[in-house]
C-alpha cells in the first residue's frame, strides 16, 4: 500500500472533539497535506490555533494561490469556499453557499477528487447537513480512500448518514478507528 497524496476531511456539527483527535494522532513527519473543512460561525477564526495546540505539525488558514505542502494541516477559511487547483495549490471563492454553507465540503473534496484521483483519502464526520456526501462519493469514484464516521458514533448523524444512503466507503470507523487508522493509512500500511 502506497502514502497517500493528500486527505481531505469534512464535518459540522459534532466534529469539533474527533478532528482534535485525528490531528493529535497524525504521524510525524507527515508527507502529505491534510486540509480541513468545518461549519462553524463566520466569526469563528481560532480552528487553526485550537487544532495547533494538538500537534507539532503546522496548521494554519490556507490561503489563495498558497501552494500545498505536505507536513501541513490547511483549514478552511470562514465565509470561504476552498478549492484545491490543478497545480496542487489553493484558491478561495465567495461563490453562494452549497447546501446552506460556505465553506463547503462538497466543494472541496470534489475539486481535490479532480486533482489527486486515486490518490486521495477523504473522511466525513459527523455533521447536521448533507455537505460532503456527494463529494466522497466522488473520491470513492475516482479510487481514493473514503472514511465514514459511524452514524452511531456521531453525535449528530446527518453527514454520516447521507454518505452512506449513496454508496458504500471504504471504512465506516468509529471516532477512535478514524484517528488511528488514518495514521496508519498515512504511514502506507493498512488498517
Known amino acids: 500500500m502506497t502514502a497517500?497524496?493528500?486527505?481531505v476531511i469534512g464535518g459540522s456539527a459534532g466534529a469539533l472533539e474527533v478532528l482534535r483527535a485525528i490531528v493529535r494522532e497524525l504521524p510525524q513527519p507527515l508527507s502529505c497535506p491534510v486540509v480541513?473543512?468545518?461549519?462553524?460561525?463566520?466569526?469563528s477564526s481560532g480552528l487553526a490555533e485550537l487544532l495547533g495546540a494538538e500537534t507539532p505539525l503546522i496548521v494554519k488558514q490556507a490561503e489563495d494561490k498558497e501552494p500545498m505542502v505536505g507536513g501541513t494541516v490547511?483549514?478552511?477559511?470562514?465565509?470561504?469556499?476552498?478549492?484545491?487547483?490543478?497545480?496542487?495549490?489553493?484558491a478561495l471563492s465567495v461563490d453562494p453557499p452549497v447546501h446552506f454553507s460556505r465553506p463547503s465540503i462538497d466543494v472541496l473534496f470534489?475539486?481535490?477528487s479532480d486533482v489527486y484521483g486515486a490518490g486521495l483519502i477523504g473522511v466525513l464526520l459527523s455533521g447536521a447537513s448533507e455537505d460532503g456526501a456527494a463529494g466522497l462519493q466522488e473520491i470513492h469514484t475516482a479510487g481514493g480512500t473514503t472514511i465514514v464516521q459511524s452514524p452511531l458514533s456521531a453525535e449528530v448523524a446527518i453527514m454520516p448518514a447521507a454518505a452512506l444512503a449513496l454508496f458504500e466507503p471504504t471504512y465506516i470507523w468509529s471516532p477512535n478507528d478514524i484517528a488511528f487508522g488514518l495514521t496508519?493509512?498515512?504511514?502506507?500500511r493498512s488498517p
Open 74 to 90: 490547511y483549514i478552511a477559511p470562514p465565509s470561504y469556499h476552498l478549492l484545491v487547483e490543478s497545480q496542487q495549490s489553493f
Open 36 to 43: 480541513i473543512v468545518i461549519h462553524l460561525p463566520a466569526h
Open 4 to 7: 497517500p497524496a493528500a486527505v
Open 110 to 112: 470534489e475539486t481535490a
Open 184 to 188: 496508519s493509512l498515512l504511514s502506507g
